[in-house]
């Protein structure tokens, strides 16, 4: 009987998902790998201190790291710990995202494996410090040059790398996203929405994401129906939340944070146009997920949205060609039908569970042993 594949995941806080996008991944690629034959290990940060501590969920081994420090510097106590454990035994990494790739040094000095999903051009986002943008571009040369083999999730970022290494060194694989084929209308009735009569972002509020633009846009005249804001706003803290809340007509929503995926899906399901106006990022996962959802897509225009997107959705460059956008997709159900049609062939073109899952397995399966 063949031994089993190992694998240890880091760079998440752990699953099952509480987090993030990458949080979200590893929850459907770890049991995957389990049901084909492999052992895999997802080690979870905790706040606070005392041994670490195992168990298992859906196959998956589990190991607790209690860590003094949150945030940031948690993190990097956190990751340092895991690699120098993983490093330790034998079975191939695989690290979701590079903001500690400096740590990869150990990997090679070890004679381990460590393959790295590059995530989004982190230093080009405008939220960051200096500092910080540093620490992300230094870590990114690292993980460029230390991994023994780099994921992007988006052709542009493949390109983006390609100016530091060769591209034989490089795997496009995207994320995924489930199929909704259908979702409580009660869902969205509980917010005092009617299906098709509301448009959506969901995003957080950040500049680089657009909000502002978009809110601008959207209350320059009456639309006959509200724009809904997902997110979390504290306008006395930042800002930024300042700003476009007092940019924001009438017909605009806040709704705050909402985490529950059933409520987003049928939010998402039930929107006449989702708005996406993120700038930088690889595949994100809002706007696969909404095309997994069949939600007509306005978004941002830049290679990142377009290539996952594609062509059967709208596009704005700033403030006032969203509001011409938003002028044209107002009246009539039509266009709107052709968007929502498009939607759902992209993701069934690339972003279906199954096909990421079983690229990535190809991928593991291959570096497994070197």
Not at 186 to 201: A, D, F, Q, S, T
Not at 239 to 256: L, P, Q
Not at 284 to 301: F, I, K, M, R
Not at 332 to 349: F, K, L, Y
């Amino acid at each position: 009987m063949s031994r089993k594949k190992t694998l240890f995941i880091h760079g998440i806080r752990g699953i099952p998902a509480a987090y993030g996008g990458f949080e979200s991944f590893a929850q459907m690629l770890a049991p995957y790998l389990v049901e084909h034959g492999w052992d895999v290990t997802v080690y979870c940060q905790e706040l606070g201190s005392g041994d670490w501590y195992e168990e298992t969920w859906r196959g998956v081994r589990l190991i607790h790291v209690p860590v003094l420090s949150d945030g940031a510097k948690g993190s990097i106590i956190f990751d340092w710990l895991t690699v120098r454990d993983a490093a330790g035994q034998p079975g191939l990494n695989l690290t979701l995202g590079y903001n500690t790739a400096i740590y990869s040094s150990f990997f090679r000095l070890k004679g381990k494996s460590n393959l790295i999903n590059m995530d989004g051009i982190e230093w080009k986002r405008q939220k960051w410090s200096k500092p910080i943008k540093a620490w992300f571009f230094l870590n990114e040369c690292f993980a460029s040059w230390l991994g023994n083999h780099l994921i992007a999730d988006h052709p542009y970022i493949s390109r983006h790398l390609q100016a530091r290494i060769s591209g034989k060194k490089i795997t496009v694989i995207p994320y995924g996203a489930d199929l909704v084929e259908e979702a409580n209308s009660g869902i969205v009735k509980g917010y005092g929405l009617e299906p098709n009569r509301y448009c959506l972002i969901v995003a957080r509020s950040e500049p680089e994401n657009s909000i502002r633009e978009i809110v601008a846009a959207y209350s320059r005249r009456k639309r006959g129906h509200p724009l809904v804001v997902l997110g979390n706003y504290t306008p006395e803290k930042n800002a930024y939340h300042k700003s476009v809340m007092e940019t924001a007509g009438d017909e605009i929503m806040f709704v705050g944070a909402i985490y529950d995926q059933e409520v987003v899906n049928a939010l998402r399901f039930h929107t006449r146009l989702y708005i996406h106006g993120h700038q930088v990022g690889g595949t994100n996962p809002s706007l696969v997920e909404t095309l997994g959802a069949g939600s007509p897509v306005l978004a941002h225009d830049n290679p990142f949205n377009r290539w996952v997107a594609g062509k059967g959705a709208a596009y704005f460059r700033d403030e006032d060609d969203c509001a011409m956008q938003l002028d044209r997709l107002g009246s009539g159900d039509a266009h709107i039908d052709e968007m929502r049609n498009a939607s759902r062939r992209r993701h069934a073109e690339e972003f279906i569970w199954v096909k990421v899952l079983t690229a990535y397995q190809k991928l593991l399966s291959d570096w497994h042993g070197r």
